[in-house]
């Protein structure tokens, strides 16, 4: 879909009703819920390794120096220099998961889109992380990684707000992977203005909901029902802008 078209939508987009979103959602949940753990546990087995290689230099660093300590009878609480090759990689890592979790949810959504409209596709979890489209999912990740972090330099307010914009980036990649990272970028802004109120409230809503019923399944349902937080976004777009050469597309031109 061409951007100015999308600018179209947006702007004739039809208003949403709350509940019947929410609904909607948990509909699509049934039919989704195990594509979204798998998406959850490999994007947790991706990432395990990372922790292992940041954490155990610390640990067995902080072995060392115990060890010395008592040999020596010197103490120093805090070594600063010790701790600059984890803050590096500390950001290393940070940037590594962005990407990682930008591609798996994009590649969820576009799995979300096949069994909603029950369409032929394969659950390829890896989609969006494999060329042609990582290069963009870098660019993205980068992008969203540096707005995150301008809005929590800058407090509070700014960082609520820009929950919405970031979070409608990765549905409008995941069914527009031709447009332009700026383009995204500005789509999701101009789709995070026009439904910010409701799109926020489903947002924190879906994520506390998923949460309680998750800890009520004796905790490990938290991994089931996680994605379930996902879901929101997908609507929103599909409500608003819709897809291209599909009757799901609701635009309200009055």
């Known amino acids: 879909m061409q951007f100015s078209e999308i600018q179209v939508r947006i702007q004739n987009a039809k208003a949403l009703d709350f509940g019947d979103i929410f609904s909607k959602c948990i509909e699509l949940f ?19 390794p990372f922790y292992l290689i940041m954490y155990l230099p610390l640990i067995g660093a902080g072995f060392l120096e115990t060890g ?57 979890y890896f989609y969006y992380l494999k060329r042609p489209y990582l290069g963009k999912v870098i660019k993205l990740a980068l992008l969203t990684f540096a707005i995150t972090l301008i809005a929590t330099m800058l407090c509070v307010i700014p960082i609520i707000y820009v929950i919405v914009p970031v979070t409608l980036m990765n549905v409008i ?25 409701i799109t926020f409230g489903l947002i924190i809503i879906s994520a506390i909901l998923a949460q309680i019923v998750g800890m009520l399944m004796c905790l490990i349902g938290v991994f089931v ?8 976004v997908y609507f929103i777009y599909k409500e608003s802008v819709g897809f291209e050469n599909s009757n799901e597309t609701t635009i309200n031109k009055e």
Not at 30 to 48: D, E, F, H, N, S
Not at 175 to 195: H, R, W, Y
Not at 225 to 232: E, K, N, V
């Open 30 to 48: 049934k039919k989704v819920w195990v594509q979204g753990l798998v998406m959850l546990l490999l994007t947790m087995a991706i990432l395990l």
């Open 225 to 232: 029902t996680a994605s379930f937080s996902y879901l929101p």
């Open 173 to 197: 990649f995941a069914f527009n992977p031709e447009m332009s990272a700026t383009e995204i970028v500005k789509t999701g802004f101009d789709l995070g203005n026009k439904k910010w109120l």
């Open 68 to 124: 010395y300590s008592s040999y020596s009878g010197y103490n120093d609480d805090f070594n600063i220099i010790l701790m600059i090759p984890f803050f590096i990689f500390i950001l290393i890592f940070s940037f590594v998961a962005m990407v990682i979790s930008f591609g798996m949810k994009a590649s969820f959504y576009r799995i979300c889109k096949l069994k909603d409209l029950n369409e032929a596709g394969s659950d390829d």
